[in-house]
């Protein structure tokens, strides 16, 4: 079973949440368990994950690439190798399918991305938009 403990600098309790999880570690490994302990940033949330979703499927309903319509999703993987490009950040790789029917993009995904990461998508995936006269029925983004 996972747990996740996000600790914050700006919550005053923060103390609080670090005993919990130490005591939680203790408890694990004196009853035989292993513990893995990984530090990081959290990754997306779930207002950014809907945030994202949403530009995305906007950007859907509205423009076309290459020539056709494509899903909202495939709108995500678009905007994901974009900002990786711009960013600097590693895109992943094509490699052939295994029937040799097509190629695959193998790399980054939106789900292992920090939420600075994320909002910065956001803001790239919105300048985009507004530069090529998408328009949004809503203002819940980013």
């Known amino acids: 079973m996972k747990r996740r403990y996000l600790i914050k600098p700006s ?23 292993e513990v893995e302990a990984v530090l990081g940033e959290p990754v997306r949330d779930n207002p950014h994950n809907a945030a994202l979703h949403a530009l995305c499927t906007e950007i859907a309903k509205q ?47 939106t789900r292992s991305l920090p939420n600075r990461q994320i909002q910065d998508l956001i803001q790239f995936i919105s300048a985009w938009a507004a530069e090529n006269d998408v328009r949004f029925t809503e203002r819940r983004y980013g």
């Open 63 to 109: 423009k076309e690439w290459c020539g056709k319509k494509r899903s909202g999703e495939d709108w995500k993987r678009i905007f994901v190798q974009a900002y990786a490009s711009a960013e600097g950040l590693t895109c992943g790789e094509m490699v052939p399918s295994l029937d040799g029917s097509g190629v695959v993009q193998l790399g980054m995904q």
């Open 11 to 33: 919550n005053p309790n923060w103390g609080k949440v670090l005993a919990t999880l130490l005591a939680d570690i203790d408890a694990n490994v004196r009853n035989g368990k």
